[in-house]
C-alpha cells in the first residue's frame, strides 16, 4: 500500500478524521458541486459526481446536504464557482507532492500552498515536475481475513481488476480507471464492504524516510490537508507504521 494511503488509514483507526468532520463536510460539500457543475447532477450518467455521493455517505452527510450541493452546481441554487488547480512541489527527502484544490481564489490558494511548502521544509515546483511519477489507479481497501482472499480474489479479478494484495488486516485491489466501476459494482453485487474506494494518484516509485526528516514530511502532510481549499494530497513517501502511527496520535 502506498504511504500516503498507509497514512490516510491509520489517522481514520485513530478517529482523527472524525475529529474534523466540518471541514471533510467543507470539502465533500465542493466536490459534489464542482461534480454537478462539469458533469450534469444525475449521478447515474457523471461517476465522478456518484463517487463524491458515495464519499458524502460515508462521512454521514446529511442528505439535504449533498441535495444543495447538486443544485448549486447545476444552477438551481445560487453558489460559490470553484476552480480545479494542482500543484506540485517536493516535500522533505525529496520526496514528490500532487496536491488538488478547489479554490474560489487562485492568489489566495497559491500563496497559503506555497507558505505551507516554505515552513515544512519542501518548495513548489513547475507544473508537470512531478506529475510523470503518478498514474491514476483505482483503490478498494477492503478489509478481511486471510481465509476471504480466494473468494475475493475471485470476484474482482472477474471484474476486471488489475491486482490484489494483503495490506495490514485489508486487502488492496487496484484497477484502471475504466474498470473501476466494474469492480465496485461487483464488491457491491457479493455484498464485500470496503473501507474506501476511490480514484488515486498512486506513486510509480518511493522515497524511504525515517526519523526526523520523516516526522518534517508528516507535518508537512498534516498542514496541507488541514487547509480548507485542499481537496487531495498524492506523495510518493514510505515510512513506518510505526512512525505513521505516533505523528497520528
Do not use: C
Amino acid at each position: 500500500m502506498s504511504g500516503h494511503s498507509k497514512w490516510s488509514t491509520i489517522k481514520r483507526k485513530k478517529g482523527t478524521l472524525d475529529a474534523k468532520r466540518g471541514k471533510i463536510f467543507t470539502k465533500l460539500i465542493k466536490e459534489i458541486t464542482v461534480a454537478a457543475k462539469t458533469g450534469g447532477g444525475d449521478p447515474g450518467g457523471n461517476p465522478r459526481l456518484r463517487a463524491a455521493i458515495d464519499a458524502a455517505k460515508a462521512a454521514n452527510m446529511p442528505q439535504d446536504n449533498i441535495k444543495r450541493a447538486i443544485a448549486k452546481g447545476t444552477g438551481d441554487m445560487e453558489g460559490v464557482n470553484y476552480e480545479e488547480i494542482t500543484y506540485e512541489g517536493y516535500g522533505p527527502g525529496g520526496v514528490a507532492l500532487l496536491i488538488r484544490v478547489l479554490t474560489d481564489n487562485r492568489n489566495r490558494t497559491g500563496s497559503e500552498i506555497r507558505h505551507l511548502f516554505s515552513r515544512n521544509g519542501g518548495n513548489l515546483a513547475e507544473p508537470n515536475s512531478v506529475a510523470w511519477m503518478f498514474e491514476m489507479k483505482g483503490q478498494f481497501l477492503i478489509p478481511g481475513k486471510p481465509s476471504d482472499e480466494e473468494k475475493l480474489m475471485s470476484v474482482v479479478l472477474d471484474a476486471g481488476a488489475d491486482d490484489m494484495q494483503p495490506a495490514d488486516g485489508q486487502f488492496e485491489v487496484l484497477t484502471s480507471p475504466d474498470a473501476f466501476e466494474a469492480v465496485k459494482r461487483a464488491l457491491e453485487k457479493s455484498k464485500i464492504p470496503t473501507d474506501s474506494a476511490e480514484l488515486t494518484m498512486l506513486p510509480k516509485t518511493t522515497v524511504k524516510l525515517e526519523g526526523k526528516v520523516a516526522d518534517q514530511m508528516l507535518r508537512l502532510m498534516e498542514a496541507l490537508e488541514d487547509n480548507d481549499d485542499v481537496q487531495n494530497v498524492y506523495a510518493n513517501f514510505d515510512i513506518s507504521e510505526e512512525q505513521m502511527a505516533s505523528a497520528s496520535a
